[in-house]
């Protein structure tokens, strides 16, 4: 029973997040606002995306990533759900959802390295076409990765055919990261989740 009422609720989430993504990519090609398709994405995600302004008021590049951040605890939120609701179907004490918490977590950071990278050789591309700077899609990329890439400006040159160094040694960076830390935390976790009973399915 709470393994499927963790699913419904998990389907639910994923929907929601889903419909927040697809207000973003509409968002693209400036859509009529008195449209009544817009009208109906604006009331279904526009309190959700409020509340995560308030609490986490993020613009990089003057884009507002208020939606990146509701994606972002919608994702985390759905794992935790459906990984939470399974361990406590499978008999499990509510000490169980500790570590579940903590390996959903660990699966977050894991998947905004991934896109983090995606970013960054996006950024090591870009620096060697030269690309409209007022094109959507370098907006996205050089707004998401500048902040993390300004403070070393001045450490490296540039490589060649202009090649942006530091995006490739942030690269090799994200791939250390992930690989020695983000892995064996995650193995960490399984095995102090099988201490509170959970199953293989884990």
């Given at each position: ?11 639910v ?18 859509p ?11 009331r279904?995600?526009e ?37 939470g ?7 499990a004490s509510?000490?169980?959802l ?20 995606i ?8 620096s ?5 700077p ?34 490739v040694l ?29 199953g293989?399915?884990?």
């Open positions: 029973m709470i393994t499927t009422m963790s699913y419904l609720l998990y389907l989430i994923t929907i929601y997040g889903w419909i927040v993504l697809l207000r973003v990519l509409v968002s693209w090609f400036a009529s606002p008195r449209s009544p398709f817009m009208l109906l994405l604006r279904l995600t309190p959700a995306l409020r509340l995560a302004r308030r609490l986490f008021p993020v613009t990089l590049g003057g884009l507002d990533f208020s939606p990146v951040v509701l994606l972002v605890f919608l994702y985390f939120l759905g794992n935790f759900v459906l990984l609701g399974r361990a406590l179907g499978e008999g509510l000490m169980a500790l570590p579940v918490f903590v390996f959903c977590l660990v699966e977050l950071v894991k998947s905004l390295t991934v896109l983090l990278l970013l960054m050789a996006a950024r090591a591309v870009l060697l076409v030269k690309p409209d007022y094109n959507p899609l370098a907006l996205i990329v050089y707004g998401s990765t500048e902040p993390l890439l300004a403070p070393f400006r001045n450490w490296f040159p540039r490589g060649p055919w202009g090649l942006d160094l530091r995006a942030f690269i090799v960076f994200l791939l250390l990261f992930y690989a020695l830390i983000l892995q064996n935390l995650q193995l960490m976790t399984v095995v102090w989740a099988r201490r509170y009973g959970l293989a399915g884990y």
